[in-house]
C-alpha cells in the first residue's frame, strides 16, 4: 500500500510517533498482537451505532489499556471518533509492513502447485535475495489448482508462472484468435 492511502496515511502517523517515543518496536508487536485480537465481529461491535463512541472508546481503553502500547490504544480510539475504525486492520498491516520495509525485511509469500522441500525454499530463497535484497523471508504454502510453477507475492507485486496461468492464457488466445472466413474452404 501507498503512504497515501487511508492505511498508509494513519500507518505513516504511527510509526513517526512511536519513532518520536522511541517505542517502535513495542508499537510494531503491539500491531500484531492487535491484527491477531481484533476480530471483524469486535470491530462490528464496536463499531456500533447503537454502542456510541464514547462506550466504545471506554471498552478499547479498558479491554486494551496495559496490554497495547499507549499510541495503539490512542489509535483505536481515534479511529472511533472519526468513524473508521474498520480501517484498523489494514492500518496495522501496513504499519508493520512499513516497518519491515525500513530495516530491509521483505515478506514473500511462495504458493506451489506441491509441497517445497527445504533444499528447494532455501534455492528459491537465495535467488530471491539476488533480485529482491538480501532481507527477503520466504513463506511457503500449497494450492493444488495451480497444476504447476508457482506464485510469489511481496508487497504490491505479483509473480505467476503457475500452468493454470498459462493455461488460462492459451485458452484466451485460442478463443479471441480472429477466424478467416475461408477457414473450410480449400
Known sequence: MAAGTVAGVYAQALLALADERGSTMQVIEDCREALDGLSVGLLAQLDDPRLGKTNAKDAVRKSFSGKLSKEVVDLLQLLIDRNRLSDAPAIFREAIR????KVGLVRVQAVTA??????????????????????????????????????????????????????????????TAPV???LWSE
Open 114 to 175: 506441491h509441497p517445497i522441500t527445504a533444499s528447494e525454499l532455501t534455492l528459491l530463497t537465495e535467488r530471491l535475495k539476488k533480485v529482491v535484497g538480501p532481507g527477503v523471508m520466504v513463506t511457503a504454502s500449497t494450492d493444488p489448482t495451480l497444476i504447476a510453477g508457482l506464485t510469489l507475492r511481496f508487497d504490491d507485486t505479483m509473480i505467476d508462472v503457475s500452468a493454470r496461468r498459462l493455461l488460462a492464457e492459451m485458452k484466451d488466445a485460442i478463443l
Open 180 to 182: 478467416g472466413a475461408n
Open 98 to 101: 512499513m516497518a519491515e520495509a
